[in-house]
C-alpha cells in the first residue's frame, strides 16, 4: 500500500486548522501546530513533504519559522507555502524571496488549496526520487560514494565530539581483474551484487553504512565500534564470503572467491577523515601483500573477539 505524504498546517487560528484539515485529510496525513515553536518540533520529528504556514502569528511569525526551517539540516527541503490575508504584491515577493514555494491568500478557495497542495507535493516526490536515485551505486544498490562521504563526515564529527569510537574498513574482491578476464565483465558485475547483498546483510546496527567505493571496493562505516569488533564483523563477513563458494577459476588465492579488507579505528587511528580512511585502505594493501583473503586492523590479521560489534 503506498504511503500517505504528509503535510504540516500550522495556524494560530483553530477554525483554519480545521477547515484545512477537512479539505486534505481524505488523501494525506494531516499534522497541525497551533504556533511556530510546535510546528518547528513536528517538522524536526515528522518530516512532513510540505508545509501550510501562516503568516500572520503572535510571538513568531511565519518568516521567522521559515527562515528557522531553512536554517536546519533536517527541515530545509521541505516545501512551505505561505498562507495569508495579507494579498499585496510586495508581501507575496517577500514572501517567496524568502523560500516558500507559493502563496495562498485568504479566504480559502477549495479547489486552488487542493491544486497547488498537489502540485508541490509532487514536485516534492520527484525531488525525492531524484535525490535518491543520486545517492544509490546503479549496480549494486548500495550507497554510493557521494553518500558515503556525507554520512562519514557527519560520523566523523559525532564521533569526535561526543568521544565515541569510530571504525571505518575498505574491502575488495581478490584477483578480481583476473575473474573479469576469464569469466567476463556480465558475470563480474553479478559477483559484486551477491557481495553487495551479502555485505548489507551482515551489517548488524541500523546506524551502519555499507557503500560502494568504485571499482570493487567496497566501504564500511561503523559508529561507535572499536577496532576489535570492528574486526570481529569484517573476520565475519570474509568468512562468509568464503563459504558462498563463488567459483573463481583464474583466482590466485582460492578456487572460490574471496574478500580482503583493511580496519582503521578511532580513537587512535588518526586526527582527520581522510586520514583515518587512508590507514584502512594501507591494511587492506597489506592484506593483499600478505597473502589475500585476510582482515588486518589494529591489532595485525589476528584478533581476539570482543564484545564491541553483536553481530545481529
Known sequence: MKQQQKILIVDDVVINLHLLDGLLKADYTVLM????????????EHHPDLVLLDVVMPEMDGFAVL?????DARTKHIPVIFITGQDRPEDEAQGLLRGAVDYITKPLNEVIVKARVATHLKLERQRRMLETLANIDGLTELPNRRQLDQVYH???????????????????????????DHCGHAMGDRVLQQLAQTIAANLGRPGDLAARYGGEEFVLILPATQSQGAWQLLESMRQTVESMAIPHPASQVSPVVTISAG??????????????????????????????????????????????????
Open 67 to 71: 527562515q528557522a526551517l531553512r536554517h
Open 154 to 180: 557527519g560520523e566523523w564529527e559525532r564521533a569526535r565530539r561526543n568521544q565515541l569510537p569510530l571504525s571505518v574498513a575498505i574491502l575488495d574482491v581478490d584477483c578480481f581483474k583476473q575473474y573479469n
Open 263 to 312: 580496519v582503521a579505528s578511532l580513537p587512535h587511528g588518526a586526527d582527520t577523515p581522510a586520514a583515518l580512511l587512508q590507514l584502512a585502505d594501507q591494511r587492506l594493501y597489506h592484506a593483499k601483500r600478505s597473502g589475500r583473503n585476510c582482515v588486518i586492523g589494529d591489532a595485525g590479521i589476528h584478533s581476539e573477539p570482543d564484545t564491541a560489534y553483536q553481530l545481529g
Open 33 to 44: 501546530a497551533k504556533n511556530g515553536q510546535q510546528a518547528l518540533q513536528l517538522a524536526r
